[in-house]
């Protein structure tokens, strides 16, 4: 007998794992995927450690997290500056001086406050949704240049009907520090996730290519606990509808080059390219990379059904709703926990689903 079932070998799944058998409890991980790592999963081609389902750039503030994915892997010292690209002219990201200098010129932060004043929406109320709260932050060019068509590719939704809260994660800095994260700690793996999800799990039983739906009673029946990582609303039988996600397809090219774009992350920022991004996957790593072939991958929207791989909760009033009716459900039980991006719905980073299993590992002890 297991003392935990743990439905899904991705990071809470792992993480949980980990700290569970670390207690000297006896987990059993399955996944339905035929490898671990969830969506963190890389591959090793030519030496270059290809982010199969999206770019994965850790970063955290916190002492205790930061510490615990030191004991599975040496991080690099990889620093997101993303660029924005539109109709040929680059931006930088986060909207910092540099942006403020490509925009307008301006060379001093005093002179991009005053342009940011002078366009900026201003309301007597809270920003209602995603365009409010971009135009209350950075006024109309930055919104028309870099916002506006980026999201409505991105979400497949007029900004207007998304929620503030995404466009909150969106650093304005005044100043020229071009990093994307403010955290502490902030690098990528050095020899992929999927080996640090290896040392994760060392000496833990997982058992990949395993439908957990079409045989869960048997499952449930070898474990005291059930940690489920899936879709919540799946776990419930979508009894109260669908929870929605934005979907993604990427399109991956190897190229006999050096280097392509300069970049690990390019955004593609206006309506007629189709893609949001192009990962060039090397740059996560210099070191590692062969120096005559270079992986680079597209990333297109894609609109969601219930077969496709889910990527990003949306949060909008519509689907939070139908979470809380699983939500309930969910803390009825007794025997299972629900963890991590899918099971609590949340747009979450990493870090933020190992403190989330730090949690719920905690509340079982
Ligand atoms: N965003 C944007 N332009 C950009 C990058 C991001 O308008 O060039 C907006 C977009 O709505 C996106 C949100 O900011 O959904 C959060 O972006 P972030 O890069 O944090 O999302 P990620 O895809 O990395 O999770």
Redesign the pocket.
């Known amino acids: 007998m297991y003392n935990y079932l743990i439905v899904g070998a991705g990071l809470f799944g792992s993480t949980f794992a980990r700290l569970a058998t670390d207690a000297g409890k006896k987990c059993l991980i399955i996944d339905k995927r035929a490898h671990i790592a969830g969506n963190c999963y890389t591959e090793n081609t030519n030496g270059i450690h290809k982010h199969v389902f999206?770019?994965h750039i850790f970063h955290c503030n916190d002492e205790n997290i930061w510490q615990f994915v030191n004991r599975f892997a040496q991080f690099n010292n990889f620093v997101n500056r993303?660029i924005?690209i539109n109709n040929g002219k680059a931006?930088s990201?986060p909207f910092s001086m540099y942006t403020f200098n490509a925009m307008w010129g301006v060379t001093t932060p005093e002179e991009a406050i005053e342009k940011i004043e002078s366009q900026r929406l201003k309301l007597d109320r809270e920003p209602l949704n995603?365009e409010e709260q971009?135009l209350t932050l950075v006024g109309e060019d930055i919104y028309n240049t870099?916002?506006?068509d980026?999201?409505k590719k991105?979400?497949q939704k007029d900004?207007k009907e998304?929620p503030p809260t995404?466009?909150k994660?969106?650093p304005v800095r005044m100043s020229w520090d071009n990093n994307?994260f403010y955290d502490k700690y902030q690098g990528i793996p050095i020899g992929g996730y999927t080996a640090m999800f290896e040392n994760m799990l060392e000496g833990i039983e997982v058992k990949t290519n395993v439908d957990y739906f079409a045989d869960k009673e048997y499952w449930d029946s070898l474990a005291e606990k059930v940690v489920f990582t899936g879709k919540i609303d799946e776990y419930y039988g979508f009894q109260h509808g669908e929870l929605e996600y934005r979907s993604l397809r990427f399109e991956t090219e190897t190229i006999q080059r050096d280097n392509y774009q300069g970049n690990a992350?390019v955004?593609y920022?206006s309506a007629d390219v189709p893609w949001?991004?192009i990962i060039e996957h090397k740059h996560f790593d210099q070191n590692s990379a062969d120096q005559n072939v270079t992986i680079v991958t597209k990333e297109i929207p894609d609109t969601w059904s219930r077969e496709k791989t889910p990527y990003?909760p949306i949060g909008d009033e519509v689907n939070m709703a139908i979470f809380k009716k699983y939500e309930d459900m969910a803390k009825l039980e007794t025997n299972v926990i629900f963890g991590g991006r899918l099971a609590e719905y949340r747009?979450y980073?990493m870090h933020q689903v190992i403190n989330s299993a730090f949690n719920k590992f905690e509340n079982q002890i």
Do not use: E, H, S
Request: charged share 15%; aromatic share 20%; glycine share 4%.
């Open positions: 999206g770019p993303p924005a931006f990201l995603l971009a870099l916002i506006r980026y999201t991105q979400w900004p998304l995404i466009i994660r969106l994307y992350v955004n920022n949001t991004r990003y747009y980073d």
